[in-house]
């Protein structure tokens, strides 16, 4: 692994413990570290843990390792084991709601959470699920909205606008109890603009514990994650894992020429290149040395910016997003983008600051929109 030589020890333990391929050069790399420095400090290391949501990666190889201290390992059980529960319930909530929607003749695709648990890493306890997320086709969305609604007992939530949500958002919001569930009509939003039907093609069918349901293809299930590392300012690290994890599972099976082309075609060619290139650099995953060696100006000061956020956490987040819109989005559209960013919808304006869909503040807002972009911490 190649990190940055300003970033701590304990920020390399928390990035090297993070992988779940560790070979034995990682962990001769890790006791190297732990050898050189007696400083380490575990709680440093556990409250990078939690906040990048990468605990139980953590556990899992520190045990292996018998590197921490009893009350931290403690701490790390407690976590994974926490998480664990979390995805049982999770991964039995989102099979009914495949179930229901098959039964109804409705196609869905499950997304990320309990899923990745499941079929990427096998282990209930390493990747925390917050909603339950699921693709649908725009055709079937309303379809779904009325099954979910008056058979499986959901709720939609209305502090936001649909009608706000259909033009400028790409899911609905729905509610049971304590369970959140984000029903997705396409996959990118705002920076890129790609047909929903893009997802669906080269989709598979498969078997998910006896219920039937589908599967991106693997080019695309890649390009979506991208994006949501994007959407996300690149945090947290588990959200780099999990797409780690996808290319670990996948890689013989992967058609990079094609990855490529998809990212050309939707001017995302070179956020792709950059992340693919963080990915090798930060967890060493299997990436075609083609792809690692296309140049890419101020890379090395453009990953510390996202070390710095992995590491210190996302103050200022729209700040940090325009800068990531100007160096990761292709010229051709980066005008019309930061326009947008500038004086967006209302709708969109709506949905960014949380108004009220009848509210006259938003004539407040469209005023300070550009100070907000600027200043606004969160």
Same mark, same amino acid.
């Given at each position: 692994?190649?990190?940055?030589?300003?970033?701590?020890?304990?920020?390399?333990?928390?990035?090297?413990?993070?992988?779940?391929?560790?070979?034995?050069?990682?962990?001769?790399?890790?006791?190297?570290?732990?050898?050189?420095?007696?400083? *380490?400090?575990?709680?440093?290391?556990?409250?990078?843990?939690?906040?990048?949501?990468?605990?139980?990666?953590?556990?899992?190889?520190?045990?292996?390792?018998?590197?921490?201290?009893?009350?931290?390992?403690?701490?790390?059980?407690?976590?994974?084991?926490?998480?664990?529960?979390?995805? *049982?319930?999770?991964?039995?909530?989102?099979?009914?709601?495949?179930?229901?929607?098959?039964?109804?003749?409705?196609?869905?695709?499950?997304?990320?959470?309990?899923?990745?648990? %499941?079929?990427? !890493?096998? %282990?209930?306890? @390493?990747?925390?699920?917050?909603?339950?997320?699921?693709?649908?086709?725009?055709?079937?969305?309303?379809?779904?909205? =009325?099954?979910? /609604?008056?058979?499986?007992?959901?709720?939609?939530?209305?502090?936001?606008?649909?009608?706000?949500?259909?033009?400028?958002?790409?899911?609905?919001?729905?509610?049971?109890?304590?369970?959140?569930?984000?029903?997705?009509?396409?996959? @990118?939003?705002? $920076?890129?603009?790609?047909?929903?039907?893009?997802?669906?093609?080269?989709?598979?069918? !498969?078997?998910?514990?006896?219920?039937?349901?589908?599967?991106?293809?693997?080019?695309? $299930?890649?390009?979506?994650?991208?994006?949501?590392?994007?959407?996300? /300012?690149?945090?947290?690290?588990?959200?780099?894992?999990?797409?780690?994890?996808?290319?670990?599972?996948?890689? %013989?099976?992967?058609?990079?020429?094609?990855?490529?082309?998809?990212?050309?075609?939707?001017?995302?060619?070179?956020?792709?290149?950059?992340?693919?290139?963080?990915?090798?650099?930060?967890?060493?995953?299997? *990436?075609?040395?083609?792809?690692?060696?296309?140049?890419?100006?101020?890379?090395?000061?453009?990953?510390?910016?996202?070390?710095?956020?992995?590491?210190?956490?996302?103050? =200022?987040?729209?700040?940090?997003?325009?800068?990531?819109?100007?160096?990761?989005?292709?010229?051709?559209?980066?005008?019309?983008?930061?326009?947008?960013?500038?004086?967006?919808?209302?709708?969109?304006?709506?949905?960014?600051?949380?108004?009220?869909?009848?509210?006259?503040?938003?004539?407040?807002?469209? *005023?300070?929109?550009?100070?907000?972009?600027?200043?606004?911490?969160?």
């Amino acid at each position: 692994m190649i990190f940055n030589s300003n970033i701590r020890d304990e920020e390399k333990l928390v990035l090297s413990l993070s992988n779940p391929y560790l070979t034995e050069n990682h962990k001769n790399d890790i006791k190297s570290i732990l050898l050189n420095n007696s400083r *380490i400090s575990p709680k440093k290391i556990y409250s990078l843990a939690l906040a990048n949501g990468v605990a139980g990666f953590i556990y899992k190889n520190s045990r292996a390792l018998n590197i921490f201290p009893d009350k931290i390992n403690l701490n790390l059980r407690n976590v994974y084991r926490q998480t664990a529960f979390r995805n *049982i319930l999770m991964f039995g909530k989102t099979l009914a709601v495949l179930k229901l929607l098959s039964d109804n003749k409705i196609s869905a695709i499950p997304l990320k959470g309990a899923t990745a648990s %499941d079929l990427l !890493f096998n %282990d209930f306890g @390493v990747y925390p699920s917050g909603d339950i997320d699921i693709l649908v086709h725009p055709s079937k969305l309303s379809e779904s909205k =009325r099954i979910l /609604c008056n058979h499986g007992g959901f709720s939609q939530i209305h502090e936001i606008s649909e009608q706000d949500l259909l033009s400028n958002h790409y899911h609905l919001i729905f509610r049971k109890k304590n369970i959140s569930l984000e029903v997705h009509w396409n996959l @990118v939003k705002r $920076y890129f603009s790609i047909p929903a039907d893009f997802w669906w093609q080269e989709s598979k069918e !498969f078997e998910w514990d006896r219920i039937n349901t589908f599967e991106l293809s693997i080019e695309r $299930y890649i390009l979506y994650n991208i994006f949501r590392l994007f959407d996300h /300012c690149f945090y947290p690290l588990r959200f780099f894992i999990l797409l780690g994890g996808i290319i670990h599972q996948n890689v %013989d099976n992967i058609n990079w020429s094609k990855l490529i082309n998809f990212a050309a075609h939707y001017k995302m060619k070179k956020l792709v290149v950059f992340t693919l290139r963080l990915l090798k650099d930060m967890l060493n995953t299997n *990436i075609p040395e083609n792809l690692i060696q296309e140049k890419f100006l101020g890379y090395n000061s453009f990953k510390a910016l996202v070390f710095s956020g992995i590491f210190s956490g996302i103050q =200022r987040k729209h700040q940090r997003m325009m800068f990531y819109t100007l160096l990761l989005i292709e010229s051709k559209i980066l005008f019309n983008i930061l326009v947008r960013r500038i004086f967006p919808s209302r709708g969109e304006l709506r949905l960014r600051y949380n108004i009220p869909s009848k509210s006259n503040k938003i004539y407040l807002y469209y *005023i300070l929109n550009p100070l907000l972009l600027l200043f606004k911490k969160t």
